[in-house]
């Protein structure tokens, strides 16, 4: 994001998950986000502390740099042909590599 002057946090510990897009992704492509909070140590997704967690100021501004990044994205995708047919040109060459 230095296009942007939006400064970024690198979080060491990465939880992997399910896609839940299901088969969208094999129409247009898509983007599956994730980004850590601070939580208590053992705290995981779906359990009364992460929610806890995720109703405090400082995740709370981690989803607003986040969500900022993403709307940088998408108006770089929309407003940049190249960029857009580039990515466009690798979800295909994907999806053909799957088939």
Known sequence: ???????????????LTD????????????????FGIPTPENTFPHHPTFAASAGTDEAHAEAVVVGKSLALIGWDMISNDQLFTTVHQQWRDEIERDD
Request: aromatic content about 10%.
């Open 19 to 34: 896609k839940l897009k299901g088969n969208v992704s094999y129409v247009t492509p898509t983007l599956h986000t994730m």
């Open 1 to 15: 994001m230095v296009k942007y002057m939006i400064p970024f946090k690198l979080h060491l510990h990465a939880m």
